[in-house]
């Protein structure tokens, strides 16, 4: 039967099992809607407020599920709007596919009304992209940056589709959903050799990330960690991953890392590295960093092998299959002395531990720990309120914790809440601040016409605290631009919005606000007023190693 | 510093080029020369890239080139087991007196002369890029109009040949 190609474009994402679009209409993809209009009953459409939330909105769907999300643009600002979220998946090498309108191809070049050349602007931002040229490449290009999307290290690929292509009639044939392309693993001799160099290790120390989610390789990481007695840290992208509470877990790693997992690492002999990078924000001062460790690093990029540190085994393949062929070769040992090092860091950590009373993050993040389910997704945007969660709130269970890493998005957050929420049917929590949330709270809109049950805590410290927090320590407390000074109402504001919410600034009244918000049917806000001059720590400072870490407050001077 | 002549196998589609540049661009590789022709086989485009850095830089784009799903091919081509070769057309300004010279040091370098007129000669010079360079220094005792030079290619020798490589 022949299809526009329009109705291409709607029948190729359900059959490549796409339930829910994000996006916004306009001129040029009119046709698009048209047929999502007619196919409503078999996909569902998610109108934003603004073409960026709904990119941040289908990565949080992405996150949250591990399927491919998928947001919809018109071409000109629909598709300019889009940047930052395919932008803010790509640092995050999120399974992503955006569908762009454009002007008929015979007015493309002419600078023709809202004509831009998005996939020149997204080069460096997508795995790959598309300009579709003829109807007849449509489904087959939609099923190909599935596949793409999806495949080895995932990531937004773009599929820009001009008007008359999606007017063209073409025979359409239904096809079964891509599988991602074939998994590869390292070569049998090479991880051998990395076996050899974990038993031969007296102090092994496992650094995880996102890659062990992307890959779901959690259980055999667990079972090579006890076999060879080894602690974990992670990535801000692998939080998650592993119960907060696991015997083996040490936390993050990074800037603003757990002193035990960051002190650990620095001391290990051995690092194996999974699924995670070697970022500037993690290694320091480069010249420095585990100098005395032999580096392992397992990852399906092979571009992140050798790429800012030294390795002395680079596996390239599929984190599972590799951890898999790995296992057994690896000697099952009691590590004692490595433990009791351990023991120790954590001790030495416990003494830095924030004792405070009062509404202190801390204080803040443990209350709400009260309400988290094992599954409920737990959305930040960035900034201090984003460290802190990530430090401070326990996490159950893999694609919970979900975050902008790599390109610290402000303002991710209620688009990527409202995603998560979508995806899940969760209760959803976002943590955000007073800066972020004031750049994309239009969405707010969203989040109450689709009922969503969001619970929004502001930790509303009145500044952009990590700018503050920067400028005490380095700028001579020179606060240019970071004391915000709004006289925004939050909770008019989410009543203006046709939801409810409440200001408070005790423990008290915090707790009653999280009864409330958790009892809830739609979104549910909570200001929360905390000091301004509260600090994130520990800290390493950029460029530094761990013998510079800032412990505490006053240590800088 | 090393010097590396790297050979890669693109789809030949609208763009790939593009692509290619614009990640030599940001990842910020040092490119010496880079030259895009079609191949035996339309399917493929072929890029021969002169790349100067450190080994771990080359490795680097090498890995990058194969995240482009475009790119079909990656090979470092060494100079030994390789040809590789770059033609240059230089225009001179040629009065009578130095017209002996200068065709004199043509015939040193196996320069063509493919275009003369009483003021001015254009030689063509095929050569590998530093013999050009070579012959560029050469010639700046005398006066250089323009200088057109095409980049390198690059082939293996004997008688496998890339895709050969590339399909084992
Ligand atoms: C879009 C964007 N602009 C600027 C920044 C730089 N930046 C990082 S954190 C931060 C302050 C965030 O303020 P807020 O959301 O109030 O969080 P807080 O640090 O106060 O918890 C800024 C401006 C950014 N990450 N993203
Ligand atoms: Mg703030």
Redesign the pocket.
Known sequence: MKLSGADIIVKTLIEQGCDVVFGYPGGQILDVYDSLYRFSGEIRHILSAHEQGAAHAADGYARATGRVGVVIATSGPGATNLVTGIATAYLDSVPMVAITGNVMTSQIGYDSFQEIDITGITLPITKHNYFVGSVEELADTIREAFQLAMSGRPGPVLIDVPKDIQKALCEYTPQEAVCPLEKRTAKDVRIQAAADCINASKRPFIYFGGGVIASDARQEMLELAETIDAPMGCSMMGLSVVPTNHPRFLGMQGMHGHYASSTAMHNADCIIALGVRFNDRVIGDKEKFAVNANIIHIDIDGSELSKTVMEAHSLRGDLKLTLQKLLPFVEEKNRSDWQADIERFKQEGALYADSRQGVTPKNVLSLLNGYLQDNTPIVT?????QMWAAQYLRFKNSRRFISSGGL????FGIGAAIGAAVATGEKTVLV??????A?TLQELATAVSCRLPLVILI?N?G?????RQWQTLFFDKRYSNSVLDKKTDNVALIRAFGAEGEKVSDLEALQKALDNAFRAEGPYLIDCAISQDEFVLPMLPPGGTVDDIIVKAGDEA | MNRYTVAVLVRNQFGVLNRVTSMFRRRQFNISSLTVSETEVPEYSRITVLFDGAEMQKQQLISQLYKLPDVCFVRELSPKASVSLELMLIKLELSQSVRDTVLAIAREFDAKVVDSTEASVILQVTADSRQLDAVIDRMREFSILEICRTGCVSLEKGSTTIREIMNQ
């Not at chain 1, 610290?408 to 303002?411: A, D, L, Y």
């Open positions: 945007d960035v900034g201090q309120h610290g998005t402000m303002g955000t601040g007073d800066g972020s949330f750049m930790m410290n500044v952009l605290g990590m700018v």
